[in-house]
């Protein structure tokens, strides 16, 4: 009994005179339990959608109507530079494009067939690259026809869906998560590689001879970031091949697009690896950091998991300085979507920015650090 | 005849770490040309100074001048002046002894040629195939010729060597001191830490540092005259001693 007591003591002072690991034992529940609490929700507050309403005419402006009328559905008619009615193939670019999640096909005998036969058909095309937000956006537009079916009850006439299911037809969930998963893993290889390596030489204490050396802090971290950018693109394409061949994933778009902007990716995880070095006293505490730091927000409030829509403002206004929220959207559009360069002209410039902000602090908290010391 | 500017002027020196007093208001001088050893035991606070003056450990309060200038002004300036070996040796274990050496020569602005040139040295005492095998591999007296070398690169005027002689063979020892004893003949000062009190004899002047506090400093031989002792061991069991009581 003494000698295990002899075991506890010595843990217990393990524990508590390690404060930053103290720190990071009880911050980080709270911290999960805080984003968690408010991440996971299947409820969407924002479904954007494309009325095409071939009928005109009282039922199915009435439809239209009843979903302007739902506080969910934003519904779009009319193209925003010309306010000429949107043609189908323009509502589809909208799809592809991410802007939208659905089109309402109202075909134009709608109410002709409600008059003769008793029943209609209504065409829904789903963005299927999510398939959890597609699952949603379907049972959303169920119920608004359903409702819109029941206040028709006294005529006795009823509502067919049509469904197209666009960029995922069969619904495959690895559609949806592996891309997520690519984006996921590329943060987090990116951010330990700069992050461990510098831990390292802290541990080691070679960064003293670095610091005393005429090199300058900016040198130091781009020295740092240049080689590692490689081996994370290289990275990149060993894992897009294995989703390719292994998992079977369609790459429908350009694999240089989805390289170039896995470059600014990877930069802005580098450069997230460097500014968590600077705080982690080992490779443990880096590792650790890390992690955490890349897959609680990559998974939670990138969009990965759980629909943007779906966060509370706060955490949504968060996911606009997560680089994975910019990067899960290229990637599932290049990828499944056949999305191009030119679509993610924000998104690019918003990674652009990032890895800047990142680099830019990453060096000055370096600097901050090497002078602290002196 | 004019005093020289001291290569290192160490004035009241403080350092703490929290409650704890690493240095407490140390003073002193290192000349140029000269070896001063910087003797004590583990923990008394060699390390700590030495950190001090290279910048890489903040000053509580004091001053350290190098060659004239204040190191927290002229930090940039007095790098250049600075060569620095520290304890650990810091090298890169998964690199060869030759790669340390490039990647060192690089950092320091060498251009490949007078590398190249510098290399001929090492090569005299090193085998080219000791050379090619990791650092993490090599014998520890071979660790440390080639951290010497590396510290050497840029021609620093003032050399300081943290504990250069812990964990390598009497015969390595030896040979390091010659190695000391040459850069003294080409005219760079240096102060060399050590807790093997038997290396003081190599020194110019020691200077013996416990608790933080210098408890005694000179050459070696003024110093045990003063003291009436035969040896070091007994000047610094000594010195600890009467430093204790008062």
Redesign the interface.
């Known amino acids: 009994m003494g000698r295990i007591k002899a075991i506890i003591v010595k843990e217990f002072f393990h524990i508590l005179r390690d404060p930053r690991s103290l720190t990071l034992v009880f911050i980080t529940p709270l911290v999960m339990i805080f984003i968690l609490g408010y991440s996971i929700s299947y409820d969407l507050n924002r479904i954007d959608a494309v009325v095409i309403d071939h009928a005109q005419s009282r039922w199915s402006k009435a439809l239209s109507e009843t979903f302007a009328a739902n506080r969910i559905f934003v519904i779009q008619s009319r193209a925003a530079d010309t306010g000429n009615p949107l043609s189908l193939a323009a509502a589809e670019q909208l799809l592809r494009l991410g802007k939208i999640k659905e089109i309402i096909v109202i075909p134009a005998d709608f109410s002709r067939r409600l008059n003769a036969h008793g029943q209609s058909e209504v065409g829904l095309v789903i963005d299927g690259s999510d398939t959890n937000v597609a699952n949603l956006v379907f049972q959303y537009t169920e119920r608004i026809l359903l409702e819109f079916t029941a206040a028709m009850k006294g005529s006795g006439q009823l509502l067919k869906i049509d469904t197209k299911i666009f960029f995922n037809p069969e619904a495959r969930s690895q559609f949806f998560f592996i891309p997520g998963l690519v984006a996921v893993i590329l943060l987090m290889i990116s951010a330990m590689l700069t992050s461990l390596s510098i831990a390292k030489e802290r541990e080691t204490g070679s960064i003293s001879l670095l610091f005393i050396s005429p090199l300058k802090s900016g040198e130091i971290v781009l020295g740092k970031t240049l080689p590692y950018i490689m081996v994370a693109l290289l990275d990149g394409v060993i894992i897009l091949l294995f989703a390719r061949f292994w998992f079977g994933i369609p790459l429908r778009g350009s694999l240089i697009v989805l390289m170039l902007f896995a470059l600014l990716y990877i930069i802005s995880g580098l450069a997230l690896g460097i500014l968590i070095s600077t705080i982690a006293p080992s490779q443990r505490v880096a590792m650790l950091a890390t992690l955490l730091s890349t897959m609680l927000p990559s998974f939670l409030l990138s969009g990965f998991i759980f629909p943007l829509d779906s966060l509370s403002p706060i955490l949504q206004a968060i996911s606009y300085i997560i680089p994975a929220t910019y990067f899960l959207r290229i990637i599932r559009g290049v990828i499944l979507k056949g999305a191009e360069l030119k679509h993610f002209l924000f998104e690019g410039v918003m990674m652009i920015v990032l890895s800047m902000v990142l680099l830019a602090a990453a060096t000055s908290k370096f600097n901050q650090q090497r002078k602290a010391v002196q | 005849m004019s005093t020289p500017v001291p290569a290192i002027a160490v004035s009241d020196l403080h350092k703490s770490f929290g409650h704890f007093q690493a240095v407490k208001g140390i003073s002193f001088d290192v000349l140029p040309g000269e070896i001063v050893g910087f003797l004590g035991p583990n923990g008394a606070g060699k390390t700590t100074t030495i950190?001090m003056i290279?910048?890489?450990?903040?000053i509580t309060s004091g001053t350290i001048r190098i060659g004239g200038l204040d190191n927290?002004k002229h930090?940039?300036a007095i790098?250049?002046k600075?060569g620095?070996m520290?304890?650990?040796f810091?090298?890169?274990?998964l690199l060869t002894a030759m790669e340390n050496i490039e990647f060192?020569g690089g950092?320091?602005?060498l251009a490949p040629h007078e590398l190249r040139a510098r290399m001929h040295v090492m090569a005299e005492q090193v085998a080219p195939d000791v050379l090619r095998q990791k650092i993490q591999d090599v014998p520890p007296g071979i660790r440390q010729k080639v951290a010497l070398f590396v510290c050497l690169l840029?021609e620093p005027e003032i050399i300081l060597l943290d504990e250069p002689t812990s964990g390598v063979d009497p015969e390595a020892r030896r040979n390091f001191w010659n190695e000391i004893y040459g850069l003294k003949k080409r005219g760079k000062t240096l102060l060399v830490s050590t807790h093997n009190l038997d290396e003081a004899e190599y020194c110019d002047r020691i200077i013996i540092i416990h608790n933080g506090d210098i408890v005694a400093s000179g050459a070696p031989d003024e110093l045990l005259r003063r003291h009436q002792q035969v040896n070091i061991e007994a000047l610094f069991e000594n010195a600890i001693k009467n430093h204790g009581q008062n």
Do not use: C
């Open positions: 950190k290279t910048g890489l450990l903040k927290r930090l940039a790098k250049k600075l620095y520290s304890q650990k810091s090298l890169y274990a060192f950092i320091s602005g840029p």
